[in-house]
């Protein structure tokens, strides 16, 4: 097998890799060209919009392919077929065989959140114990699986705030690991969001097999009413525009609990919250590898 990169615009990302899916690839993983790099720039939409972009402007199409695909015909007739430009050749290096399905679940191991918050995925024995929690997740189409440092500092606040009998909102819920959590850590409702119905889907099947009973619905569904808890893992200018709505949600005496955010954004994130609601008193909580949770309570 073969392993070909190609360097794509944002008209052609998309496009060109279903006709190379069509054409006979074995897959095709689109990834940002400029990520880690000042050039990146994150797709998010409104609440219950869909992003204005579906594209990086910058993408790699990382293809796999069997050792007699011919790359240069298909590439060829996908190219005028669609009226785009021709990508570039990044790098082809060839793939040994192997079991992808182990070495893929190898990648993922428990991961130990604190003292007794663990996310699990499903081929791992749980953590024995009385005191351990554990939610099995595994990896799929909507983010949040644990690893990344805004949902491990998340997980670590609700940890050591959820209280019996409080309400969660979980906005931007992706897997919905947030909301699992809060549930498991004794949040009596629990009700999540996100704009992509993949996510709501993923994160209504993970609340089942964790038998953690929470809500999950599109913003446009969502009832009145507000939380004591209300947590926001997304990114910095979406949460900048989700100050309003966000703040509204947020119950007297309540908390509200922001990441997604670089420490370099912190004070400009809170800033701008403190314009909407200067009773809600944010800073940061804490920072790992370079990115912060923001908290603060309502007064009341």
Avoid at 234 to 245: D, E, T
Avoid at 253 to 260: I, N
């Amino acid at each position: 097998m073969r392993e070909i990169t190609l360097l794509v615009n944002d008209r052609a990302a998309e496009i060109l890799g279903d006709a190379l899916m069509d054409a006979g690839a074995l897959s095709v993983i689109i990834e940002d060209a400029d990520a880690d790099t000042p050039d990146e720039q994150p797709l998010y939409g409104e609440p219950g919009l869909e992003p204005e972009k579906l594209a990086w402007k910058n993408s790699l199409l990382k293809v796999l392919v069997d050792d007699d695909f011919d790359l240069s015909l298909d590439l060829a007739i996908a190219v005028k077929a669609l009226n785009i430009e021709e990508p570039k050749l990044v790098e082809e290096k060839t793939v040994e065989d192997a079991d992808w399905v182990r070495i893929t679940q190898a990648q993922f191991q428990p991961v130990r959140v604190s003292d007794r918050l663990w996310i699990v995925p499903t081929w791992h024995e749980p953590p024995a114990g009385d005191s351990a929690i554990n939610i099995r997740l595994d990896p799929g189409v909507a983010f949040g699986t644990g690893s990344h440092p805004t949902t491990h500092l998340c997980l670590q606040w609700l940890d050591n705030n959820v209280r019996e009998g409080q309400s969660v909102l979980d906005y931007g819920c992706g897997t919905g690991i947030l909301a699992i959590a809060a549930k498991k850590l004794g949040a009596d409702c629990v009700l999540g969001t996100d704009i992509d119905p993949q996510a709501v889907e993923a994160a209504e099947v993970n609340a089942e097999a964790n038998e953690a009973p929470a809500h999950f619905v599109l913003p446009n569904e969502m009832p009145e009413g507000t939380f004591d808890i209300v947590v926001a893992n997304i990114l910095s200018n979406p949460l900048k525009l989700l100050a309003p709505a966000l703040l509204a949600r947020v119950a007297e005496g309540g908390y509200l609990v922001l990441s997604g955010v670089l420490a370099r954004q912190a004070q400009e994130v809170i800033d701008i919250y403190r314009e909407h609601d200067p009773r809600v008193a944010l800073s940061v909580w804490k920072e790992e590898e370079g990115w912060v949770c923001i908290a603060g309570q309502r007064a009341e």
